[in-house]
Protein backbone atom coordinates (compact mmCIF):
# COMPACT_ATOMS: atom_id res chain seq x y z
CA UNK A 1 0.00 0.00 0.00
CA UNK A 2 1.45 3.19 -0.61
CA UNK A 3 0.77 5.85 2.20
CA UNK A 4 -0.39 9.10 0.72
CA UNK A 5 1.49 12.71 1.64
CA UNK A 6 0.76 15.93 2.15
CA UNK A 7 3.66 18.50 1.92
CA UNK A 8 6.32 19.76 -0.41
CA UNK A 9 7.88 16.80 -0.29
CA UNK A 10 7.74 14.28 -2.78
CA UNK A 11 7.43 10.26 -2.30
CA UNK A 12 11.07 10.14 -3.46
CA UNK A 13 11.82 12.87 -1.30
CA UNK A 14 10.45 11.41 1.78
CA UNK A 15 12.14 8.04 1.23
CA UNK A 16 15.61 9.30 0.84
CA UNK A 17 14.98 11.63 3.69
CA UNK A 18 13.89 8.71 5.83
CA UNK A 19 17.18 6.84 4.46
CA UNK A 20 19.64 9.46 5.17
CA UNK A 21 18.58 10.64 8.25
CA UNK A 22 19.92 9.28 11.76
CA UNK A 23 17.92 11.11 14.29
CA UNK A 24 15.87 8.51 16.24
CA UNK A 25 12.10 8.66 15.21
CA UNK A 26 9.49 9.15 17.93
CA UNK A 27 7.16 6.60 18.18
CA UNK A 28 3.82 7.25 19.43
CA UNK A 29 1.09 4.15 20.63
CA UNK A 30 -1.97 4.39 22.68
CA UNK A 31 -1.39 2.98 26.27
CA UNK A 32 -3.77 1.02 28.39
CA UNK A 33 -5.14 3.62 30.00
CA UNK A 34 -6.08 5.41 26.69
CA UNK A 35 -3.03 8.45 26.73
CA UNK A 36 -0.24 8.74 23.98
CA UNK A 37 2.89 7.15 24.93
CA UNK A 38 5.64 8.62 23.06
CA UNK A 39 8.95 6.55 22.85
CA UNK A 40 12.01 7.79 21.39
CA UNK A 41 13.57 4.30 18.93
CA UNK A 42 16.16 3.81 16.02
CA UNK A 43 14.91 2.65 13.03
CA UNK A 44 16.48 2.02 9.43
CA UNK A 45 14.18 2.75 6.24
CA UNK A 46 13.96 -0.54 4.55
CA UNK A 47 11.28 -2.12 1.91
CA UNK A 48 9.18 1.29 2.69
CA UNK A 49 8.96 0.58 6.22
CA UNK A 50 10.62 1.99 9.32
CA UNK A 51 12.35 -0.97 11.23
CA UNK A 52 12.81 -0.84 14.92
CA UNK A 53 13.65 -3.45 17.33
CA UNK A 54 12.96 -3.66 21.04
CA UNK A 55 12.79 -5.98 23.94
CA UNK A 56 10.28 -9.14 23.90
CA UNK A 57 9.23 -7.79 27.07
CA UNK A 58 9.35 -3.70 26.62
CA UNK A 59 5.85 -1.95 27.49
CA UNK A 60 6.53 -0.81 24.14
CA UNK A 61 6.16 -4.10 22.36
CA UNK A 62 3.35 -4.88 24.80
CA UNK A 63 1.42 -1.45 24.06
CA UNK A 64 1.90 -2.56 20.18
CA UNK A 65 0.16 -6.13 19.87
CA UNK A 66 -2.47 -4.14 21.91
CA UNK A 67 -2.95 -1.67 19.23
CA UNK A 68 -1.12 -1.74 16.46
CA UNK A 69 -1.82 1.96 15.40
CA UNK A 70 0.89 4.36 15.94
CA UNK A 71 2.38 7.82 15.41
CA UNK A 72 5.92 9.37 14.09
CA UNK A 73 7.90 11.50 13.56
CA UNK A 74 11.61 11.53 12.66
CA UNK A 75 13.39 15.26 12.77
CA UNK A 76 16.25 17.40 13.97
CA UNK A 77 15.54 18.91 16.95
CA UNK A 78 17.52 21.87 15.74
CA UNK A 79 16.97 24.79 13.43
CA UNK A 80 16.25 24.47 10.28
CA UNK A 81 12.96 22.77 11.09
CA UNK A 82 12.39 20.13 8.67
CA UNK A 83 10.95 16.52 8.90
CA UNK A 84 8.37 13.53 8.13
CA UNK A 85 5.17 13.20 10.73
CA UNK A 86 2.47 10.37 9.76
CA UNK A 87 0.10 7.51 11.22
CA UNK A 88 0.46 3.99 10.22
CA UNK A 89 0.57 0.41 11.80
CA UNK A 90 2.82 -1.77 13.88
CA UNK A 91 3.51 -5.40 12.70
CA UNK A 92 5.95 -7.58 15.17
CA UNK A 93 7.89 -10.21 14.32
CA UNK A 94 11.20 -12.43 15.96
CA UNK A 95 13.99 -11.01 15.15
CA UNK A 96 15.48 -14.08 14.20
CA UNK A 97 18.28 -14.25 12.02
CA UNK A 98 17.37 -10.72 10.49
CA UNK A 99 20.41 -8.52 10.26
CA UNK A 100 18.20 -4.81 11.04
CA UNK A 101 19.95 -4.65 15.18
CA UNK A 102 23.49 -5.30 13.69
CA UNK A 103 22.08 -2.36 10.83
CA UNK A 104 20.59 0.13 13.85
CA UNK A 105 24.14 -0.62 16.23
CA UNK A 106 25.72 0.52 13.31
CA UNK A 107 23.87 3.33 12.03
CA UNK A 108 23.47 4.93 15.84
CA UNK A 109 26.97 3.99 17.63
CA UNK A 110 29.26 3.57 14.09
CA UNK A 111 31.09 0.73 13.49
CA UNK A 112 33.24 1.39 16.71
CA UNK A 113 32.86 -1.59 19.20
CA UNK A 114 30.99 -0.36 22.37
CA UNK A 115 29.68 -1.76 25.76
CA UNK A 116 26.30 -0.74 25.17
CA UNK A 117 26.43 -2.28 21.51
CA UNK A 118 27.88 -5.30 23.09
CA UNK A 119 24.96 -5.44 25.11
CA UNK A 120 22.25 -4.63 22.75
CA UNK A 121 23.26 -7.70 20.50
CA UNK A 122 23.95 -10.18 23.17
CA UNK A 123 20.31 -9.83 23.59
CA UNK A 124 19.49 -10.22 19.66
CA UNK A 125 17.31 -13.33 20.71
CA UNK A 126 15.64 -12.18 22.85
CA UNK A 127 14.37 -8.83 20.74
CA UNK A 128 11.44 -8.32 18.62
CA UNK A 129 11.55 -6.55 14.87
CA UNK A 130 9.29 -3.72 14.77
CA UNK A 131 7.96 -2.83 11.12
CA UNK A 132 6.07 0.54 10.61
CA UNK A 133 4.26 0.59 7.65
CA UNK A 134 3.17 4.29 7.10
CA UNK A 135 -0.41 4.93 5.91
CA UNK A 136 -0.34 8.73 5.96
CA UNK A 137 2.97 10.93 5.86
CA UNK A 138 3.34 14.87 6.30
CA UNK A 139 6.50 16.69 5.36
CA UNK A 140 7.24 20.08 6.82
CA UNK A 141 10.42 22.26 5.48
CA UNK A 142 11.46 25.72 7.10
CA UNK A 143 15.11 25.60 6.16
CA UNK A 144 14.61 28.59 3.25
CA UNK A 145 12.53 30.09 5.51
CA UNK A 146 14.82 29.80 8.54
CA UNK A 147 18.29 30.98 6.12
CA UNK A 148 18.79 33.94 8.23
CA UNK A 149 18.32 32.69 11.84
CA UNK A 150 20.19 29.33 11.03
CA UNK A 151 23.16 31.29 9.13
CA UNK A 152 26.90 29.59 10.55
CA UNK A 153 24.96 26.44 12.16
CA UNK A 154 25.59 23.56 10.34
CA UNK A 155 22.11 22.06 8.21
CA UNK A 156 20.99 18.34 9.67
Known sequence: MTPTAKGPWSLEEIHRFLHDSAVPMRLACTGNDGYPRVV?????????SMLCVSHQKSALVKLLQRDPKVGFEISPNAPPYHGVRGQGRASLAPLGDSDV???LVA??????KSRVGNWLLSRKAEEVLIRIQPERLF??????????????????
Not at 40 to 48: G, I, K
Not at 145 to 152: E, F, H, L, S
Request: charged share 30%; no cysteine; net charge neutral.
Open 139 to 156: TWDYRERMADVTRGQAAQ
Open 40 to 48: SVWYVFAEQ
Open 107 to 112: RYLGQQ
Open 101 to 103: LDR
